[in-house]
Each structure stands twice: as structure tokens, then as C-alpha cells.
């Protein structure tokens, strides 16, 4: 009875903040989301069914469906700023899918996108003055995202546009009116490829460029489900969703791939693949030690899947490498590797994951006997300090 009359409440929060942001100025008001949809080949019932999913991927009742669905359809009132800084851009085209666009890529598309330097017409001056203005107009009530590790202290590395400004100081200016704020991809949630060693560019995540709460959405790339899933959290609460210690969303990653892969089963009956090709390959059993690194990996891949949900990395052969943690490219490289095989060395420490994992009790990990004991050792002394 109490977690109904808690839903119930927050039912109401969402309606009435809802029913206050459909009274906004609209960006494209001759538009709606279904017909937009439906040029698209996304009927009503498609729709539907993406709001169901959204809301369980949010963690929300089955219920609140209907209010996600209000949400994505007053998604427009909301304004967006997309800055690209040191990246390969493939976070953008996780989102667009322009060759089998989405219901979320169509969200993308409907929103009120102020300024993304991919899609975008304009181009020198031009484009420098829609960024100032989209700023000036909507300071205060925009969600900025950026994508790209940015240089700190050798800024001049990455220096943009017609007027010369740094990739650093379009963050400050972009970050200083921005209602919410989320680093799109491993690359501006942690540094990415361009901090790996020797990083010659000193490249660093957002978070130590600007001195405001940042929401992490790691991942190379990262879901595209995990990006809107963000947008449509904050139109719908107006807050910023409860983050684990490396401010990631828990909602999108509260779990281990470790905890939802489909090949579990073999992890627990000590069925793995020993070498590329061999036949417990073929057989689909775990891919531990070929070098996956679910077990150490926080995201909801296994769930989500990519390429219009039909796979992901592991169902096609080849083990996770830890893509949505921090520093993966040092500490979870070689690919092909275990950890459990080498010191465990990794950007953990004791916190971050290790202590999600102890945290939400999931560390049924370090019973397993597969080499990876230091993981258990590590949950143990997290545990022993939080206990002091």
C-alpha cells in the first residue's frame, strides 16, 4: 500500500510537470510526433510499445507508460545543445540512424535541436552566432550535451570555428545557462581514446573543465536508448536521475554486463571459450577467457542491444571491453586478455564499480573461480572502509 500511494504521487509530480511544459512555446508547432512517425513507418501501436519499454528501462511502473509517451511528445518544448569536441562522432550516429532511423532517432530529430555541428546547415560566423544566440534565447532552460574529450591546460589542441575559441571555453560559455548537463560517450564522460596513454593532447573528461553537476553517459557509443532515456527523464522529473560513484545514471548502469549477459550459464557452469573459433564457441559458451570484461563492465548492452536492437557484442563472438568505465583503453586492454590473468590493476581501485557492485549486492562475482579473486578482496576492503 505505501509503494502505491508513493507511485501514485509521483504520478502526479510527472502529470503536473508535464501539463506545465506542454503550455511552453513549441519548436516546430505544425509538427507531431505520431505523424512524424508515421512517415517513418512507426505506427500508434509502435509507439506505444516504445514508451512501455522506455518506461521499464527508466525503472518506472508499467503504468507511467502513458506519461513517457506524453513526454516524448512534448520533447520539443525542451531546447538541446550539442557540442562536438575531441571524438569520432559515432555518439551522434548512434542516435541518428539515418539508414533505419529509430522512434528514438525520431525523437532526435523532433526535438528542439538548437545547435549540432553534424546535421546542421550553417557553417564559419554563421554557425558561431546560432551557438551565442541559442544560448542568449534559452539560458536557463536547455539541456547541453557534448561529446568529445577536451583538452586541459593545452586547450589551444583543440581550437574551433571561425572565431578561434577553444573546445574548453565553449564549454564554460555553453555550461554556464545550461539546466542540465550530460557528457555523451566514453570519450566526454571519462576521456576516451584521446586520453589513453601517452595522451600527447592532456585530453580529460567535462567534468574537469566546468565546475557543474554532470550526468556521465559512457560508452563507445554508448545506446542510443541511454541518451534520449536522459532527455526524457529530465522532462519528465525536471531533476537529474540518482548516479553511482562515477555519476553515471543507475538506471542504465545499475547492472554488470556481467549480471544480464545471455551467456551467464556458462560463466557459472565453467563452460568458456578457449580460443577464437574453437567449438565452445560455436556452442555460445562464456567468453571470460578470451577477455571479456563484463564482469567488471557497468551498462545495459545486454538489454538494449545495437543495430535496431537485433545484436551486441557478445552475441556475436566477441567479449565485452569494458567501453562505458573509466580509462578502458589502458586498463582494459589487451581485449583479447582476462584480467584475472594479469594484476589487477584497473581504474577501480576500490571505488567506482567495485563499490556499485558491493553496493547493490552483486558480488556473487567473486565466488567464481575463474581467476578473478582480487575482485573479492577489493568488495572486502570497500566494505571494511564504508563500515569505519
Not at 578457449?274 to 577477455?291: H, I, M, P, R, S
Not at 578502458?328 to 567495485?354: C, K, Q, V
Request: glycine letters at 8%.
Amino acid at each position: 500500500m505505501e509503494q502505491q500511494n508513493k507511485d501514485k504521487r509521483l504520478y502526479q509530480q510527472i502529470s503536473q510537470r508535464l501539463q506545465k511544459l506542454s503550455k511552453l512555446a513549441a519548436h516546430n508547432e505544425d509538427k507531431d510526433l505520431v505523424k512524424e512517425m508515421s512517415k517513418k513507418g512507426i505506427d500508434r501501436r509502435d509507439f506505444m510499445k516504445w514508451a512501455g519499454m522506455m518506461t521499464a528501462t527508466l525503472a518506472l511502473p508499467a503504468s507511467f507508460a502513458p506519461l513517457t509517451a506524453k513526454a516524448a511528445q512534448i520533447a520539443n518544448r525542451i531546447p538541446v545543445i550539442w557540442l562536438h569536441m575531441a571524438e569520432c562522432t559515432g555518439c551522434s550516429e548512434s542516435l541518428l540512424r539515418t539508414e533505419d532511423p529509430s522512434i528514438d532517432s525520431v525523437i532526435f530529430d523532433y526535438i528542439n535541436l538548437e545547435y549540432h555541428e553534424t546535421i546542421m546547415a550553417a557553417s564559419g560566423y554563421q554557425a558561431e552566432q546560432n551557438l551565442k544566440n541559442a544560448i542568449e534565447k534559452h539560458k536557463g532552460n536547455y539541456i547541453l550535451m557534448v561529446e568529445g574529450g577536451i583538452p586541459q591546460g593545452t586547450e589551444y589542441f583543440l581550437t574551433i570555428g571561425a572565431d578561434g575559441r577553444t573546445g574548453a571555453q565553449e564549454c564554460r560559455d555553453a555550461a554556464e545557462g545550461a539546466a542540465a548537463i550530460f557528457a555523451i560517450g566514453t570519450c566526454s564522460s571519462f576521456g576516451g581514446v584521446q586520453a589513453a596513454y601517452p595522451n600527447p593532447s592532456n585530453a580529460k573528461p567535462l567534468s574537469k573543465i566546468i565546475n557543474k553537476p554532470i550526468i556521465n553517459v559512457p560508452g563507445c557509443p554508448p545506446s542510443e536508448k541511454n541518451i534520449i532515456g536522459n532527455v526524457m527523464y529530465f522532462i519528465m522529473f525536471g531533476t537529474l536521475p540518482a548516479v553511482d560513484a562515477y555519476n553515471r545514471p543507475t538506471w542504465a548502469y545499475g547492472h554488470r554486463i556481467h549480471d544480464l549477459c545471455e551467456r551467464r550459464g556458462h560463466f557459472d557452469a565453467g563452460e568458456f571459450v578457449q580460443e577464437f573459433g574453437d567449438e565452445n564457441a560455436k556452442n555460445g559458451y562464456c567468453l571470460y577467457k578470451v577477455g571479456c570484461k563484463g564482469p567488471y563492465t557497468f551498462n545495459n548492452c545486454s538489454k538494449l542491444r545495437f543495430n535496431s536492437h537485433t545484436s551486441w557484442p557478445i552475441q556475436a563472438g566477441h567479449g565485452c571491453i569494458g567501453c562505458s568505465e573509466p580509462n578502458f583503453w589502458d586498463t582494459m586492454s589487451p581485449f583479447e586478455e582476462p584480467i584475472g590473468n594479469r594484476l589487477f590493476h584497473t581504474s577501480y581501485d576500490g571505488i567506482g564499480a567495485d563499490k556499485t557492485a558491493n553496493t547493490i549486492g552483486t558480488t556473487i562475482l567473486a565466488a567464481t573461480a575463474v581467476g578473478i579473486a582480487a575482485h573479492a578482496v577489493i568488495s572486502s576492503f570497500v566494505k571494511k572502509e564504508d563500515e569505519q
